[in-house]
T-cell receptor, first 114, second 117 residues
Framework: DAGVTQSPTHLIKTRGQQVTLRCSPK?????VSWYQQALGQGPQFIFQ???????QRGNFPDRFSGHQFPNYSSELNVNALLLGDSALYLC?????????????FGPGTRLTVT | AQSVAQPEDQVNVAEGNPLTVKCTYS??????LFWYVQYPNRGLQFLLK??????LVKGSYGFEAEFNKSQTSFHLKKPSALVSDSALYFC???????????????FGPGTRLSVLP
């Protein structure tokens, strides 16, 4: 049973460029969330996708956008990159339901903006 | 607003000794609390959660956590530490703002645990 996978592992971009990160959820999960983890900090919630729609959003600017595909995989897009966008980007998956459940995290994509 | 505090940036403990990693929380309504561990260059791994019921929750790798409502704490514990337990530990609370879709977390800043041989 494959867990959450993310690609690429590492990425180096220049200020002002655009980047796309990809995530495949754990088998059986239909909900994908994205987090940003800056160096030395805890993960910060960016947004969540369910049924191909953004359902909840954290305190991130519109430069951060996403998409969910019919197979539940997801993309995170960041436009007009800033130096401060350098971070580990984590994807987490879960399944909807009335029970409170843990999220399963991928290994992350390390983004460096120069 | 919901928040999580981890008052210690770093915890050092000798191998074989008991360990405690502290977490306090502030929430509206019922607290749904989680502990995750992060090894270098890895994502977060789930350890345990408190939803309701017994205040002592048992999780993976011999870890347990004690929920204390009066002190709004959810400390992570292990009776005998291993060198391989050295990692970054995060306490998290479920973010209720998402309503029915709210399976997202507010994380604490993390505590680095070093177990010395």
């Amino acid at each position: 049973d494959a867990g959450v996978t993310q690609s690429p592992t590492h990425l180096i971009k220049t200020r002002g460029q655009q980047v796309t990160l990809r995530c495949s959820p754990k088998s059986g999960h239909d909900t994908v969330s994205w987090y940003q983890q800056a160096l030395g900090q805890g993960p910060q919630f960016i947004f969540q996708y369910y049924e191909e729609e953004e359902r909840q959003r954290g305190n991130f600017p519109d430069r951060f956008s996403g998409h969910q595909f019919p197979n539940y995989s997801s993309e995170l897009n960041v436009n007009a990159l800033l130096l401060g966008d350098s971070a580990l980007y984590l994807c987490a998956s879960s399944s909807q339901g009335v029970l409170v459940k843990e999220q399963y995290f991928g290994p992350g994509t390390r983004l460096t903006v120069t | 607003a919901q928040s999580v505090a981890q008052p210690e940036d770093q915890v050092n403990v000798a191998e074989g000794n008991p360990l405690t990693v502290k977490c306090t929380y502030s929430v509206s309504g019922n607290p749904y609390l989680f502990w995750y561990v992060q090894y270098p260059n890895r994502g977060l791994q789930f350890l345990l959660k408190y939803i309701t019921g017994d205040n002592l929750v048992k999780g993976s790798y011999g870890f347990e956590a004690e929920f204390n409502k009066s002190q709004t704490s959810f400390h992570l514990k292990k009776p005998s530490a291993l060198v391989s337990d050295s990692a970054l530990y995060f306490c998290a609370v479920r973010d209720i703002r998402g309503g029915n879709y709210g399976q997202n977390f507010v994380f604490g800043p993390g505590t680095r645990l070093s177990v010395l041989p």
